[in-house]
């Protein structure tokens, strides 16, 4: 699902011999990696070769994000998109949303965050042939809203998923399959009886609970204060907890105390689904990308 954070770029060329220099600013400003590791420099390359145009010498982006990263907050996801929207507005490319969506999915290595930030809103994303999938937008009720709190510590992708098992037994596979289903219909129809039981989450929760410190008392404060339920945004260390319209105060000051209470600092912020995706123009080469 999209949110209302945001991630902004521009590109241009310059007459450098350099392949690329990226300017950071924002939740970007800490990274540490090299430009040509720079996901949004990825993007922009892979954006080329679906275009079959050698990336020009001398590209100079300027990226500025309010997105927390290694937050399980699709920090990755939109800094690909925008690097693919880059270079097929600076190149004049024709990439339509689904050619935008594939091509960054690849990178990113599934369409989950990929797929909203692109169109907006809330996305099921729905395997296909080979590694394609569809993406079939969701409507999600009015009542809802998402709170976020953001603690002050990281959680790699990489981390996250190594301590995930590499199987799991039929019976469980098909709990997962139910509490999926129930995600699905709950988001649409906003009725509690049927969100709650979609939270029990039998497939990443209970290995990577570990690895978020306070986990537990933050989401059993957040139900306690009126929140449907609570759990781990995409690997963390977010926690999200759906709530009905009026409650989202006393969930963000729950949560927070909680974390507080055991020497986590944290913040928290609630949004509806951000329904515009990523946009680019040509003019200036501008694009925004909104998070999953």
Known sequence: MAIGRWLRATAHITDSSRSVLIKRAGTLASLDVPDESDLIWRGFVAACAALRITPPLGIEIEANSDIPVARGLGSSAAAIVAGVLLA?????????????????????????NVAPAVLGGAVLCVPSTGHHSHSVPLEVHPSLRFVFIVPDFEV??????????????????VGAAARAAALVIGLQSGDPTVLLPAFDDVLHIPFRRSLVKGYDAVTEAAVANGAIGATLSGSGSTIVAIVKRGREAAVQKAAVAVWRSVDVTAFAFTTEPELHGATSRSQGNTQQNPIF
């Open 88 to 112: 097929n507005a600076l190149l004049d490319g024709e990439l339509d949303n689904a050619a935008v969506i594939e091509i960054a999915s690849a990178l990113e290595g599934h369409p989950d």
């Open 156 to 173: 790699r992708t990489a981390v996250a998923r190594a301590a995930l098992p590499d199987q799991l037994d039929f019976a469980t596979s």
